[in-house]
């Protein structure tokens, strides 16, 4: 081969093994643990922070136990306190740290509770102009008990 | 005002377009270097003697195209530090990862095609010069000078062998623009195997139009006679890539047509209310019906050299609006349709932001810069100056 | 006489070179061997209590329970630290309403998280319905097959997860989910997508926006216990996955699910 070629296919080997070498540096350890990717990322997703607490913490002794027990067998068992309080994980950890104040205007019960073609007819719905008067919901319904008016 | 953009019902997430205009310019930058290079192949390899005068040319064409490349596919990354990765942890089933290397192994092709056409020049310029210059090529030359009858057979014979390893590897770089897009089963206009040849035909149409063009300006630049006969044979070539992909582009669009399966009322949407005029009107006319028919005149009309040579200007001017027109309709229109198969959204272009359209021109300048530069270095016009001169 | 001088030159330069290439080939060759070593799959599971090989989870969504008060897509935009603002979605509620002229009006108001409001009158609505969607977590997952980097990817517990650290923003993910389940999140640059809460679920909680719904419209749980509520709804009813046609076998599972949800 002549000379010149040479040169030019040694710079090209010195590149391709440079890159090689660069590469064995900064790809990451756990790259390639389980698959292809970083099995780190595993351990990344699994660390993030919980936000919603869940309604059993609610009731745990000492803290909000008297709500927890009247709501537990009422209609609204299934309505999640963090559904209407927002989450509290925060709270749970250091009760000095208030969750979001409720909102408890009527177009928040009629989220779920106003008159709409698309829901399941056998769902308990309301006519939003004519129910209630217009007052709030909780004046009548007891939101942690609906039937305790 | 955003709502006057949507019609129908989109997924949520599908409110923003994700591929910008920057995303269009790069297929259609490759497939200008995929282009050049398989014009200038015609000659390295089919021995075409009419090319001679633009082969080493479409070289430095196809080098300067290259080089921005990578550019707007950069500038678009959310994580433009973290690019790199494609290259050291490339995800072999993805269509995309291949772009780096890919992109490397061409380059490499290109710059050794290159360096040994252009050796001769750059050993005797070497030999010629002092100063900075002869610093300048002498790296060039890579300190050796041997430019004797057997060294320079060598260099020709290995020129050679690249080009052949060059022509289907430009085939597959800008094929597989073309899978990017066609192996996306969720999108109804990019899936389909059509897709990598009818951007590979797209993309020789685009690079010879450009070849005609850039040879047209820079002889006027250079205040030279055109070579008539290797203006003419470009644009026969043209003619005949420009018949190949008006048939693919066709055949996709009626077999959509024709199976009109679920998605064929979204389609139909696309193609009459958001993409009618570039896509039937500049893509089919201006970009291949306009040209198709100039070229054919060109072929049939005898003589009148001065009529001609504005009829190839013209049409090559057209075919490389048009091109552009398609990568538009392939990339902005795919995502103009929702993949709900019940809605459209409009990509209305910003000026000003890093995604917009002042980059992707910014962009569209530097090759040019790129490659009146190349041709300062390495002049590709030596032995045809000659006589004329 | 200077290019011989120089052309003798670089011959020894170039023996210089040569002994450089064998060491670097060597060293090159010892590199490889350690890259391919450290890609051969290891079977421990990521350290800690969970054990990902004893799970398979999958989600149910009865179409027919749901009521649309979208506190589902709200929690999880709390729970996930989703741009509150910005019109990007894990979970939406979407509602169909076909009217009486067969006419089909779909829509889904930012996800649903602010309600929806009746603007057709109920006398023109032949049927109506709301589906809530959410990312497939298919078995056959169409955005890990085109992500260019290995940035996302599905777990051996049948989640696809997105490594925010290593994705490179380039969005062909997006692209490639026939769901319109990913998002682009421009606060960390990178593209986004449900976890089903991949932090609660190794912990023992269900993912935020089961936990939020209020009629159970949403469940979900663990396929390889053949006692969990999930599997005893695929045992029972009649059920169906969105697209089933593109083969990417999505993990979500619905019932109820009317044509023209796509």
Same mark, same amino acid.
């Given at each position: 081969?002549?000379?010149?070629?040479?040169?030019?296919?040694?710079?090209?080997?010195?590149?391709?093994?440079?890159?090689?070498? =660069?590469?064995?540096?900064?790809?990451? =350890?756990?790259?390639?643990?389980?698959?292809?990717?970083?099995?780190?990322?595993?351990?990344?997703?699994?660390?993030?922070?919980?936000?919603?607490?869940?309604?059993?913490?609610?009731?745990?002794?000492?803290?909000?136990?008297?709500?927890?027990?009247?709501?537990?067998?009422?209609?609204?068992?299934?309505?999640?306190?963090?559904?209407?309080?927002g989450?509290?994980?925060?709270?749970?950890?250091?009760?000095?740290?208030?969750?979001?104040?409720?909102?408890?205007?009527?177009?928040?019960?009629g989220?779920?509770?106003?008159?709409?073609?698309?829901?399941?007819?056998?769902?308990?719905?309301?006519?939003?102009?004519?129910?209630?008067?217009?007052?709030?919901?909780?004046?009548?319904?007891?939101?942690?008990?609906?039937?305790? =008016? | 005002?955003?709502?006057?953009?949507?019609?129908?019902?989109?997924?949520?997430?599908?409110?923003?377009?994700?591929?910008?205009?920057? @995303?269009?310019?790069?297929p259609?930058?490759?497939?200008?270097?995929?282009?050049?290079?398989?014009?200038?192949?015609?000659?390295?390899?089919?021995?075409?003697?009419?090319?001679?005068?633009?082969?080493?040319?479409?070289?430095?064409?196809?080098?300067?195209?290259?080089?921005?490349?990578?550019?707007?596919?950069?500038?678009?990354?959310?994580?433009?530090?973290?690019?790199i990765?494609?290259?050291?942890?490339?995800?072999?089933?993805?269509?995309?990862?291949?772009?780096?290397?890919?992109?490397?192994?061409?380059? @490499?092709?290109?710059?050794?095609?290159?360096?040994?056409?252009?050796?001769?020049?750059?050993?005797?310029?070497?030999?010629?010069?002092?100063?900075?210059?002869?610093?300048?090529?002498?790296?060039?030359?890579?300190?050796?000078?041997?430019?004797?009858?057997?060294?320079?057979?060598?260099?020709?014979?290995?020129?050679?062998?690249?080009?052949?390893?060059?022509?289907?590897?430009?085939?597959?770089?800008?094929?597989?623009?073309?899978?990017?897009f066609?192996?996306?089963?969720?999108?109804?206009?990019?899936?389909?195997?059509?897709m990598?040849?009818?951007?590979?035909?797209?993309?020789i149409?685009?690079?010879?139009?450009?070849?005609i063009?850039?040879?047209?300006?820079?002889?006027?630049?250079?205040?030279?006679?055109?070579?008539?006969?290797?203006?003419?044979?470009?644009?026969?070539?043209?003619?005949?890539?420009? @018949?190949?992909?008006?048939?693919?582009?066709?055949?996709?669009?009626?077999?959509?047509k024709?199976?009109?399966l679920?998605?064929?009322?979204?389609?139909?949407?696309?193609l009459?209310?958001?993409?009618?005029?570039?896509?039937?009107?500049?893509?089919?006319?201006?970009?291949i019906?306009?040209?198709?028919?100039?070229?054919l005149?060109?072929?049939?009309?005898?003589?009148?050299?001065?009529l001609?040579?504005?009829?190839?200007?013209?049409?090559?001017?057209?075919?490389?609006?048009?091109?552009?027109?398609?990568?538009?309709?392939?990339?902005?229109?795919?995502?103009?349709?929702?993949?709900?198969?019940?809605?459209t959204?409009?990509?209305?272009?910003?000026?000003?932001?890093?995604?917009?359209?002042?980059p992707?021109?910014? @962009?569209?300048?530097?090759?040019f810069?790129?490659?009146?530069?190349?041709?300062?270095?390495?002049?590709?016009?030596?032995?045809?100056?000659?006589?004329?001169? | 006489?200077?290019?011989?001088?120089?052309?003798?030159?670089?011959?020894?330069?170039?023996?210089?070179?040569?002994?450089?290439?064998i060491?670097?080939?060597?060293?090159?060759?010892?590199?490889?061997?350690?890259?391919?070593?450290?890609?051969v799959?290891?079977?421990?599971p990521?350290?800690?209590?969970?054990?990902?090989?004893?799970?398979?989870?999958?989600?149910v969504?009865?179409?027919?329970?749901?009521?649309?008060?979208?506190?589902?897509?709200?929690?999880c935009?709390?729970?996930?630290?989703?741009?509150?603002?910005?019109?990007?979605?894990r979970?939406?509620?979407?509602?169909?309403?076909?009217?009486?002229?067969?006419?089909?009006k779909?829509?889904?108001?930012?996800?649903?998280?602010?309600?929806?409001?009746?603007?057709?009158?109920?006398?023109?609505?032949?049927?109506?319905?709301?589906?809530?969607?959410?990312?497939?977590?298919?078995?056959?997952p169409?955005?890990?097959?085109?992500?260019?980097?290995?940035?996302?990817?599905?777990?051996?517990?049948?989640?696809?997860?997105?490594?925010?650290?290593?994705?490179?923003?380039?969005?062909?993910?997006?692209?490639?989910?026939?769901?319109?389940?990913?998002?682009?999140?421009?606060?960390?640059?990178?593209?986004?997508?449900?976890?089903?809460?991949?932090?609660?679920i190794?912990?023992?909680?269900?993912?935020?926006?089961?936990?939020?719904?209020?009629?159970?419209?949403?469940?979900?749980?663990?396929?390889?216990?053949?006692?969990?509520?999930?599997?005893?709804i695929?045992?029972?009813?009649?059920?169906?996955?969105?697209?089933?046609?593109?083969?990417?076998?999505?993990?979500?599972?619905?019932?109820?699910?009317?044509?023209?949800?796509?």
């Amino acid at each position: 081969m002549q000379p010149h070629l040479k040169k030019a296919f040694t710079l090209l080997a010195i590149a391709i093994i440079g890159f090689i070498v =660069v590469r064995s540096f900064i790809v990451p =350890v756990s790259f390639g643990q389980y698959g292809w990717y970083r099995g780190d990322a595993i351990i990344d997703s699994m660390n993030f922070e919980i936000r919603h607490a869940g309604s059993a913490t609610c009731g745990e002794e000492n803290c909000h136990n008297s709500i927890y027990s009247i709501w537990i067998d009422s209609k609204h068992k299934t309505v999640n306190c963090e559904t209407c309080h927002g989450p509290s994980e925060k709270h749970v950890n250091n009760v000095r740290i208030m969750p979001e104040p409720v909102n408890d205007t009527r177009d928040f019960c009629g989220m779920c509770h106003f008159k709409s073609a698309a829901r399941p007819e056998e769902f308990p719905q309301i006519d939003p102009d004519t129910h209630g008067e217009n007052l709030r919901c909780a004046y009548c319904h007891n939101p942690h008990k609906p039937w305790f =008016v | 005002m955003v709502e006057n953009l949507i019609w129908g019902y989109i997924y949520p997430n599908e409110a923003e377009i994700q591929w910008s205009i920057l @995303i269009v310019l790069y297929p259609y930058i490759t497939g200008l270097v995929a282009g050049a290079f398989i014009a200038s192949s015609l000659y390295h390899v089919f021995g075409k003697k009419e090319i001679r005068p633009v082969a080493r040319f479409a070289l430095l064409t196809a080098l300067a195209f290259l080089l921005v490349a990578t550019m707007p596919l950069l500038t678009h990354l959310g994580h433009p530090e973290r690019g790199i990765e494609i290259m050291f942890t490339p995800h072999v089933t993805s269509a995309m990862s291949g772009f780096g290397y890919i992109y490397s192994f061409y380059l @490499i092709i290109v710059v050794l095609e290159i360096w040994l056409s252009f050796r001769e020049d750059i050993v005797n310029k070497a030999l010629s010069s002092h100063g900075w210059k002869e610093l300048l090529y002498s790296v060039l030359a890579l300190f050796s000078f041997d430019i004797s009858e057997k060294a320079l057979h060598d260099d020709e014979k290995l020129a050679k062998r690249l080009a052949i390893i060059g022509i289907p590897s430009a085939a597959f770089l800008h094929g597989y623009v073309g899978f990017i897009f066609g192996g996306i089963k969720a999108n109804p206009w990019w899936s389909t195997p059509l897709m990598p040849i009818i951007f590979l035909m797209s993309a020789i149409v685009s690079g010879i139009a450009l070849l005609i063009l850039l040879y047209i300006v820079s002889t006027v630049f250079r205040k030279q006679k055109i070579d008539h006969n290797c203006l003419q044979s470009l644009a026969h070539y043209l003619w005949i890539f420009l @018949i190949l992909d008006v048939v693919l582009e066709l055949l996709e669009i009626v077999s959509m047509k024709y199976e009109s399966l679920e998605e064929i009322d979204i389609i139909n949407r696309l193609l009459s209310e958001k993409i009618a005029t570039t896509f039937y009107g500049v893509q089919l006319t201006l970009g291949i019906f306009i040209p198709f028919v100039l070229l054919l005149l060109v072929g049939i009309i005898k003589n009148r050299e001065t009529l001609k040579l504005i009829m190839i200007s013209i049409s090559s001017i057209f075919v490389v609006i048009g091109v552009f027109a398609m990568r538009w309709n392939v990339v902005i229109g795919g995502q103009e349709i929702s993949k709900s198969l019940s809605g459209t959204m409009t990509y209305v272009p910003v000026f000003y932001s890093i995604e917009g359209v002042l980059p992707a021109i910014i @962009i569209l300048i530097i090759p040019f810069i790129i490659l009146i530069v190349l041709t300062k270095i390495l002049p590709p016009w030596k032995d045809m100056d000659k006589g004329v001169e | 006489m200077i290019g011989e001088i120089k052309m003798k030159l670089s011959r020894r330069e170039f023996a210089r070179i040569g002994c450089r290439v064998i060491i670097g080939a060597t060293a090159g060759s010892a590199i490889i061997e350690s890259i391919v070593t450290n890609s051969v799959a290891s079977e421990d599971p990521p350290k800690g209590e969970y054990d990902w090989k004893e799970h398979l989870w999958g989600y149910v969504i009865d179409t027919r329970k749901c009521i649309g008060c979208g506190r589902c897509a709200n929690a999880c935009k709390l729970e996930n630290e989703v741009p509150f603002d910005e019109p990007v979605y894990r979970t939406w509620v979407e509602r169909y309403r076909e009217l009486k002229d067969k006419d089909v009006k779909i829509d889904s108001p930012n996800g649903g998280i602010n309600g929806f409001i009746d603007d057709v009158p109920a006398e023109e609505i032949n049927k109506a319905f709301y589906v809530p969607k959410i990312c497939n977590h298919c078995e056959n997952p169409p955005c890990v097959q085109v992500c260019p980097v290995g940035a996302t990817f599905s777990t051996e517990d049948g989640v696809v997860l997105v490594d925010y650290k290593y994705c490179i923003g380039c969005r062909y993910c997006i692209q490639g989910c026939p769901y319109g389940a990913r998002y682009f999140n421009t606060e960390k640059g990178t593209a986004d997508k449900c976890t089903w809460c991949y932090h609660r679920i190794t912990k023992g909680l269900l993912p935020a926006c089961v936990q939020a719904c209020p009629v159970g419209a949403r469940i979900f749980g663990d396929l390889k216990n053949p006692e969990s509520e999930v599997n005893k709804i695929l045992d029972k009813e009649r059920i169906n996955v969105l697209k089933p046609d593109l083969g990417t076998k999505p993990k979500v599972y619905y019932v109820g699910l009317d044509r023209e949800v796509r």
